[in-house]
Nanobody
């Protein structure tokens, strides 16, 4: 059973930075990414990275968030800078293999003054 485990969430103030990590048990993913879900909203992808290193970002986080992956450590990262209150959400790590998608359990990020 492939597992993804997020870590690094917390309570932040506007303007601060935070780095999320996601460790995965097997490297079988063609694409990996981060999605987030705020209360009473749908879960939306915010950043994706291919096995080849190509990245894609939601407009709301472009220029502030950076996704990266270290396949030697089986770890996916999301560096979040200039955090805003609207970034408050549960952040989920996901991976797309040839067969199916996998999701982590989520980590909470709260941005509030």
């Amino acid at each position: 059973q492939v597992q993804l485990v997020e870590s690094g969430g917390g309570l932040m103030q506007p303007g601060e930075s935070l780095k999320l990590s996601c460790t995965f048990s097997e490297n079988i993913f063609i694409v990996m990414g981060w999605a987030r879900q705020a209360p009473k909203t749908l879960r939306d992808s915010v950043a994706e990275i291919s096995a080849g290193g190509n990245t894609k970002y939601a407009d709301s986080v472009k220029g502030r968030f950076t996704i990266s992956r270290d396949d030697t450590k089986n770890t996916l990262y999301l560096q979040m800078n200039s955090l805003k209150p609207e970034d408050t959400a549960v952040y989920y790590c996901f991976g797309k293999s040839e067969v199916r998608d996998y999701w982590g359990q989520g980590t909470v990020v709260t941005v509030s003054s």
